[in-house]
């Protein structure tokens, strides 16, 4: 193996997901880039490239000068950040990956990590216990981007022979690096308001059930994933991926057991719409027969780990 390059090293999962293979792999051996530098410590802390994911020549450049073999594309707008600025969304979360899969069909570079999301399923779409396959109608600019993604990942594995690997992430919960634009970010943020004020306005209402993860779980399979033999990964598309489900209710529930004096408000908003247009909870049999999946962490063991870690940063 070459070396990794991960494209949105600055973002939520991407931070995380440098560290993790840092620590696996080596410092050296693995390539942050993002569009402009983040948190200083974080642009010291090992090889960093300014890499704009758009920009295909910058994106081989990169490629050739570091030897790379492996590339976890996490450049993408989110779900809500998306409505504001479809176009820019489309063209970001699309043409990032093709520049990425034509660099695989190519032979520039061995193996793809691309991330989907529950957002490629739709209001039609069976709300609980959402299936591997089933009808998928996508309602906003990032889950249709999300569910093309994964229709062209599948694409350049069957005709060009592409190994491109991928999972349709839950809502992701973590407390070192703030979350960018999403729809479920209020379960990361309820933690943040919890600690500062003893009180948080939510912009979902109390009964919004979503399927969700803790980071390290997500980190935990995206470098299962990337590590399993090829002929493991039967799904070409993306994975269903899942560890638990919550309303904005029974995280408040969750907090109030460490926090009894916290309270909760709900003030829906845009993104109310976009939440009741996924499902409620996701079976993902299909990822831990495959490639031996399964998450450790329930709501209470992450929030007692959330809470833990948030309290001694700001110490
Ligand atoms: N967490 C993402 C979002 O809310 C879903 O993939 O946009």
Not at 28 to 54: C, M, Q, T, Y
Not at 279 to 300: C, G, T, V, Y
Request: contains cysteine.
């Amino acid at each position: 193996m070459g070396t990794i390059l991960i494209i949105g090293a600055c973002g939520q999962i991407g931070t995380e997901l440098t560290k993790k293979l840092r620590s696996i792999y080596g410092t050296d051996k693995v390539i942050a880039s993002d569009v402009r530098k983040g948190d200083a410590e974080f642009v010291a802390s090992g090889p960093f490239e300014v890499v704009n994911a758009l920009d295909f020549n910058q994106v081989e450049e990169t490629i050739e000068k570091y030897n790379v073999t492996d590339v976890y594309l996490m450049a993408a707008l989110l779900s809500a950040t998306a409505e504001k600025n479809p176009a820019f969304a489309w063209d970001l979360n699309m043409n990032s990956l093709f520049h990425v899969l034509n660099l695989a069909k190519a032979g520039k570079i061995q193996k793809i990590f691309w991330p989907s999301s529950i957002a490629v399923f739709g209001p039609t779409t069976p709300k609980q216990n959402t299936p591997q396959y089933t009808v998928m109608e996508p309602s906003t600019v990032y889950g249709i981007s999300k569910q093309s993604g994964e229709r062209w990942c599948e694409y350049y594995h069957n005709i060009y022979g592409v190994d491109v690997r991928s999972i349709r992430y839950p809502g992701l919960i973590s407390w070192s690096t703030p979350p960018g634009g999403g729809t479920t970010d209020y379960a990361v943020d309820i933690y943040h308001k919890a600690l500062e004020n003893g009180e948080y306005t939510c912009f979902l209402s109390e009964e919004t059930r979503l399927p969700m993860m803790y980071m390290d779980d997500a980190i935990r399979a995206t470098v299962e994933i990337m590590q399993a033999p090829a002929e493991d990964i039967k799904i070409r598309s993306s994975y269903n991926l899942s560890a638990m489900d919550f309303t904005p209710k029974e995280i408040t529930q969750a907090i109030q057991k460490h926090m009894p004096d916290f309270t909760i408000s709900y003030e829906p908003d845009f993104r109310q719409k976009i939440a009741d247009s996924w499902p409620q909870s996701i079976d993902d049999s299909s990822a831990r027969q495959d490639w031996n999946w399964k998450h450790e962490f329930d709501l209470d063991a992450m929030t007692t780990d959330m809470l833990e870690h948030l309290s001694a940063k700001a110490e």
